[in-house]
């Protein structure tokens, strides 16, 4: 069994920074894809940021040029280091692993508000 678990969530003021990490654990095999979503009050589940085995990354268009992906592949680990916070980033953030199937963490909830 996987599990995720994240960190580093937390309450920043506008034009603040944060940075997320995510590690798993147990049994995983080749790892195909590691990512983070996020969920707003009243929204749906959307992605944010996401790095492939082969370093190729995917960014919202809301988050481009803010956020960096990152990963750490002998720890079985991302990061998302968040910059130039928005109140409309508010949200639980998920970590997500991809291998044979696909694995979420129960969220780290981040709030931006002065």
């Known amino acids: 069994q996987v599990q995720l678990v994240e960190s580093g969530g937390g309450l920043v003021q506008p034009g603040g920074s944060l940075r997320l990490s995510c590690v798993a654990s147990g049994t995983i095999y080749s790892i195909k894809a590691m990512g983070w979503y996020r969920q707003a009050p009243g929204k749906q589940r959307e992605l944010v940021a996401v790095?492939?085995?082969?370093?190729?990354?995917v960014y919202a268009d809301s988050v481009k040029g803010r956020f960096i992906i990152s990963k750490d592949n002998a720890k079985a680990s991302v990061s998302l280091q968040m910059n130039s916070l928005k109140p409309e980033d508010t949200a639980v953030y998920y970590c997500?692993?991809?291998?044979?199937?696909?694995?979420w963490g129960k969220g780290t909830l981040v709030t931006v508000s002065s």
């Open positions: 997500k692993l991809v291998t044979i199937g696909a694995y």
């Open positions: 790095i492939t085995s082969g370093d190729s990354t």
